[in-house]
């Protein structure tokens, strides 16, 4: 029996939805974000007790950048940091270090949480918790063996803590405290770093040292991505920014991204906050 295909009728997909269609194969399949990417989000979701946190937070931040992650209290910056390192669990969406998830790159990423999240009554010294960034390196229940703890000594006195290596990390200052987790980062040599609020609390001598490392880290080749609340210092201390409230506001090149109206759509109704940020990039502007 013969059939006549020539008047089959053949329904199209609207092209809306097959782009829609195809988008989502990209992102199941990781095709979407390079794989030289030092951390990509693909469409990230994180919630907590049903109500989101971050919703649908996309992007691939650039190699050998220093990354200024903005936003007002409670937008989820500390929050995305966590769902990469999966200290907690996204409701969707996958994070991706260099193309493969985090469990498979913990060697390449090193973390410094904020400072109100670490317990300072444990009893160790500044070089214990130093020590602590290469365990991954001696292995649990081992000795820490003398080549382990000059490393640790080399980051105390990148950090200017060298001399305070046998200080129980309870009597020091803030500031100190904050070079100590500095160091426990960059002793793991890592390739990408997750700062959370790195400059809290501390001095202004302490803030320019830490500034001084990550350009250091930048010429390195390495990436740092900073949570950061100073909207003064953003031009000044990084070369790209995300602007973050629930969801990616806009996210680029400093000088492209980093603007007034970007700031109003990000911070929302904290105009005398803006103005004072609208002015100091005026006059940076200027100069």
Not at 135 to 164: N, P, T
Not at 169 to 187: E, K, M, P, T, Y
Not at 197 to 226: H, M, Y
Request: charged letters at 20%; aromatic letters at 6%.
């Amino acid at each position: 029996m013969n059939y006549d295909t020539s008047s089959t009728t053949r329904t199209s997909v609207p092209p809306d939805i097959a782009a829609s269609t195809q988008r989502r194969v990209r992102v199941a399949t990781g095709e979407e974000h390079p794989a030289t990417s030092p951390l990509s989000v693909h469409d990230m979701t994180v919630a907590y007790h049903r109500k989101p946190v971050l919703w649908d937070v996309d992007f691939d931040a650039p190699a050998g950048s220093l990354i200024g992650m903005i936003g007002p209290n409670g937008a989820g910056k500390s929050t995305l940091l966590k769902a990469a390192l999966d200290l907690m669990p996204k409701a969707s969406g996958r994070v991706m270090i260099f193309g493969k998830p985090y469990r498979q790159q913990r060697h390449l990423v090193g973390y410094v949480p904020q400072r109100e999240s670490v317990d300072w009554d444990f009893p160790v010294n500044a070089l214990d918790v130093v020590c602590m960034g290469l365990y991954r390196q001696i292995g649990w229940c081992r000795l820490v063996s003398r080549r382990h703890k000059q490393r640790a000594m080399q980051a105390l006195e990148q950090v200017g803590m060298a001399d305070f290596a046998k200080r129980q990390i309870s009597q020091l200052s803030g500031g100190q405290q904050q070079r100590v987790f500095l160091a426990r980062a960059l002793v793991q040599d890592a390739v990408l770093y997750l700062m959370d609020e790195p400059f809290a609390g501390v001095d202004a001598s302490t803030e320019q040292a830490i500034v001084n490392i990550l350009q250091t880290l930048r010429t390195a080749g390495k990436t740092t991505l900073v949570v950061h609340h100073d909207l003064h210092t953003v031009r000044e201390y990084f070369d790209y920014v995300i602007l973050l409230n629930m969801r990616i506001v806009a996210h680029g090149p400093t000088d492209e991204v980093f603007t007034p109206d970007n700031l109003r759509k990000t911070y929302g109704g904290h105009l005398t906050l803006l103005d004072q940020a609208a002015q100091a990039i005026a006059q940076q502007g200027e100069t």
